[in-house]
């Protein structure tokens, strides 16, 4: 009788391949968690455009990066470049734009436009590093390497640290900046040191993500979350569940039915928004009656 070999399942192969993967979903999982974190400032501060800006300046970060490289000879690490531009895009968006006679909308339409503009025309003379321009742009973390998993992990770490020692006083400063004043919190220093946070984690997320999941994770995520209406605490844990679930399951979902993976997370950012709006049209006539 002939032996008949069958072929191993997609969860048997993906076992077996567990050490290529743990590394991009390990990844994917804690910029998920973090950016969930953040995102929470980000909406309800109603930032969510400056997310987009600074997400796509990081992509141009990491395409000039390779542009310098290439054609000037000189080495710049494209984590760096993300960064860098990141944290001056963030920076420059926290300029009153009344003093350039613009409104807050027109500089980050500008910023917006600019940067994914010049990072498609940067890509354009660098053909063969274009993959990992789509990359960075659009998301194809399909392999992370050690260095771009240890620098999010080590980003987030300190970050998460950060704003829970400083919980209070960033959210005074956030949602009542007059308050915070008469009461002689340093409202500049906290408010800068929450945008420079967004702006350093989004350029080492999207340099190893890309930067479309990484916009979604640093806006849906909270956007998922609020819709339950909670109190502030739990509305900031579930944010960060959920954009962990939306970064770690978005790469299960891209590997098992063969989906590009930044658009797996995205998509699955969306997905969570309806299952919690769902969620709350279950909940609402329960909460009217109590």
């Known amino acids: 009788m002939e032996t008949v070999l069958l072929e191993p399942s997609k969860w048997e192969q993906f076992q077996s391949a567990w050490e290529l993967f743990q590394d991009p979903i390990l990844c994917a999982l804690i910029a998920g968690c973090v950016l969930g974190f953040l995102s929470v400032y980000v909406v309800l501060r109603r930032m ?17 990066a390779f542009f310098a490289e290439i054609h000037l000879g000189v080495h710049v690490d494209p984590l760096v470049g993300a960064v860098v531009l990141s944290v001056a895009a963030t920076l420059l968006l926290m300029v009153e734009p009344a003093r350039l006679r613009l409104s807050r909308e027109s500089l980050l339409g500008c910023a917006f ?3 994914g503009g010049a990072a498609i025309l940067v890509g354009d003379r660098i053909a063969q590093e274009a993959h990992d321009i789509q990359g960075i742009l659009f998301g194809t973390a399909v392999l992370v390497t050690p260095d771009q998993l240890h620098a999010v992990a080590v980003v987030g770490a300190v970050l998460m640290v950060l704003h829970l020692w400083w919980y209070r006083g960033i959210t005074f400063v956030s949602f009542d900046r007059i308050g915070a004043t008469v009461q002689g ?12 946070s967004i702006g350093i984690m989004v350029g080492v997320c999207a340099r190893a993500l890309g930067a479309l999941p990484v916009f979604a994770f640093s806006t849906l995520s909270a956007i998922a979350a ?21 970064g770690a399951g978005g790469y299960f979902f891209a590997y ?7 658009g797996s997370q995205t998509v699955l950012s969306g997905v969570l ?3 919690m709006m769902l969620v709350q049209l279950v909940r609402a006539p329960f909460q009217r009656k109590a």
Not at 185 to 196: A, E, G, K, S
Not at 226 to 236: A, G, H, I, K, Q
Request: aromatic letters at 12%.
């Open 48 to 64: 969510v455009f400056v997310s987009a800006a600074v997400t796509n300046t990081a992509g141009l970060g990491v395409a000039l």
């Open 113 to 115: 436009a600019f940067a």
């Open 185 to 196: 919190l340093p409202v500049r220093m906290l408010d800068t040191v929450l945008m420079v």
């Open 226 to 246: 609020l819709v339950l209406d909670l109190r502030l605490p739990w509305t900031f844990f579930t944010a960060t569940v959920l954009g962990g679930i939306a």
């Open 256 to 262: 098992f039915y063969d989906f590009p993976v930044g």
């Open 273 to 275: 928004v309806l299952l």
